[in-house]
């Protein structure tokens, strides 16, 4: 009988935030109280500033909303998207924390097979403190399971692993699908549990999903943004992506690990396939060549840092990608602005949080 989360101590409690980008009231969190309300969250209101996000009693957190940024960004906070979820972004600048944590609004606790509630927060927590092994596949999967190991012919010199940086998890009922896939199979659910977690191999891209992500914000932070999306911009859905692919050549020349699989979530809402299609099209076709681009980025040696292999990369979206569309020239000098942003605010000479941003005191434990 698998032992209730809530009587386990909430694990990395003062080193982990939770990031929730949001434009409605955050209900959800009742269902995720036993494994969330210990955390401290930081929820980035998109959308309207004048709306008034209820969060239930009991969670501790700050909320940014698009005044928020502007204040405490000022000019910089044209790197922040607006009217997507895309800003989430910012609360990864804003956290403090080495860990982060973010979910969507429309992430409910999912349940195993045998019917028991998933803490994922603690199933990622467990991926990401647990090392990766990117440079030669174990082919039973994480071997730093419990009931699982190397397997023979398994190099003993690559087992110490390599820090985890990510931990990318799944989703049952309404997988991330792209539009033209949800518009040819709008019923199609999700109801797939694969008990698995592995390490996606080092020169391996893969399409990462933000509604169920953890990482180490120490290790991989600075490349965690979520570019230009929604309001104003020619494309959308695709900020999650885009992180996951500048995260990934980063993870691979820093030597660092990116995981997959558990823990899974379920995602209630589908949202409207021909919506999403506006706000994908371009990049299904751009993506043909944007993922060849990152399968030749080579970063210089002397890049040893998240935050100069970020820049070096911007240069390269700007050298490269300009040709597929002028966007990719925006896009590249927000990626600079967003490393300066997050250097003011990481370096401890910004505005500190106020209004809005001042860490609310929950009202009852
Ligand atoms: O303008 C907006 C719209 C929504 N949000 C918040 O963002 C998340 C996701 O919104 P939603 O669940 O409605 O959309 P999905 O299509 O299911 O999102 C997933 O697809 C990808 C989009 O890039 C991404 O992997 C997932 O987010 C909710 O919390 C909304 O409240 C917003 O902030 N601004
Ligand atoms: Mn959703």
Known sequence: ??????????????????????????????????????????????????????????????????????????????????????????????????????????CWVAKDPQGNEINALEQHITNILSPSTPFFFNTLYDPYRKGADFVRGYPFSLREGVPTAISHGLWLNVPDYDAPTQLVKPAERNTRFVDMVMTIPKGTLFPMCGMNLAFDRSLIGPAMYFGLMGDGQPIGRYDDMWAGWCCKVICDHLGLGVKTGLPYIHHSKASNPFVNLKKEYKGIFWQEEIIPFFQQVQLPKEAVTVEQCYIELSKQVKEKLTGVDPYFTKLADAMVTWIDAWTEINSGSSKTAVANGTPKVSKSK
């Open 1 to 106: 009988m698998a032992v209730p989360a809530t009587s386990l101590p909430p694990l990395l409690k003062d080193e982990l935030d939770i990031v929730i980008p949001t434009i409605r009231n955050l209900d959800f969190l009742e269902q995720w109280r036993p494994y969330l309300s210990p955390y401290h969250l930081i929820i980035v209101q998109d959308g309207d500033p004048t709306k008034v996000i209820k969060v239930p009693e009991g969670y501790d957190y700050e909320l940014y909303n698009r005044n928020d940024i502007n204040r405490i960004l000022g000019p910089k906070a044209s790197c922040i998207s607006f009217k997507d979820s895309a800003c989430r972004c910012f609360g990864f600048m804003m956290s403090k924390k080495k860990y982060v944590f973010t979910i969507d609004d429309d």
